[in-house]
């Protein structure tokens, strides 16, 4: 993906930085971010602010279709939650599920 100009941002979710991952590709131009972390601990509200905010406009997430199970999880309605601020965003998004 190097070759193809992707850069790889380092850092955490926690600890209200989340802005500060998405600086350094915003000051490289970069207009497209792929979001692989969960989308089930509650991160994906305040990182859909922070790409408003730098710039980067197409994201691709990736969910779980476990948020369509009849079992019980703990996590189904904050992936829920997520999945809604995503499709409600002024991003260009796309979502992958696995």
């Given at each position: 993906m190097e070759a193809l100009g992707a850069v790889a941002v380092?850092?955490?979710?926690?600890?209200?930085?989340?802005?500060?991952?998405?600086?350094?590709?915003?000051?490289l131009k970069r207009t497209s971010?792929?979001?692989?972390?969960?989308?089930?601990?509650?991160?994906?509200?305040?990182?859909?602010?922070?790409?408003?905010?730098?710039?980067?406009?197409?994201?691709?997430f990736t969910s779980t279709s476990s948020i369509f199970t009849k079992l019980p999880t703990s996590s189904r309605e904050v992936r829920m939650k997520a999945e809604q601020t995503v499709k409600i965003s002024?991003?260009?998004?796309k979502m992958l599920m696995k």
């Open positions: 380092d850092g955490s979710l926690d600890g209200g930085n989340i802005g500060r991952l998405f600086s350094s590709a915003s000051n971010f792929m979001y692989l972390a969960s989308m089930g601990f509650g991160h994906v509200e305040p990182v859909v602010r922070a790409l408003n905010e730098s710039g980067i406009k197409r994201v691709l002024n991003l260009d998004w």
